[in-house]
């Protein structure tokens, strides 16, 4: 029997939910899905704040971190590497528009045999490639 499986949200820890939001929807043009009041398992206030790129089916929970243990984790959930992948149908506008916007690139364009790449920083300080055709 084959049943259908999706992705449908990643978690990026973040700082502060606000600056997350702006840095998604302003820096990197993506939609705010959800932002409703919620409760952590042991009932203090949360939020349930949930973007996506635009016509995207997966979505990124971006959750505040709770905590010393979670705190650590800011910018590092992937341990340094590169782990989240942004594809783009123009590049050179995704990368002037975000560039505009001041998201922190740190490799320069490149190209590569699967295509255009740039590594830039999010909100938090983990890595992502920006990939757009050859």
Do not use: C
């Not at 606000?18 to 302003?26: K, L, N």
């Not at 932002?35 to 016509?55: C, F, H, I, Y």
């Not at 002037?96 to 490799?107: D, K, L, Q, S, Y």
Request: glycine fraction near 10%; aromatic fraction near 10%.
């Amino acid at each position: 029997m084959l049943v259908t499986v999706r992705l449908d949200l990643i978690t990026i820890v973040v700082d502060d939910y606000d600056r997350a939001i702006e840095f998604f929807t302003g820096s990197l043009g993506f939609d705010l899905v959800e932002d409703s009041p919620s409760l952590t398992n042991d009932g203090r206030p949360k939020r349930w704040v949930v973007v996506r790129p635009p016509g995207a089916q997966t979505g990124i929970l971006l959750a505040r971190a709770d905590g010393r243990h979670q705190a650590a984790v800011v910018g590092q959930q992937v341990a340094g590497r590169v782990g989240f992948f942004l594809r783009v149908d123009d590049f050179a506008a995704a990368y002037e528009r975000m560039t505009v916007a001041g998201v922190e690139f740190v490799t320069s364009p490149r190209a590569e045999p699967y295509g255009r790449v740039a590594v830039f920083l999010d909100i938090a300080g983990n890595r992502w490639d920006l990939l757009g055709p050859a």
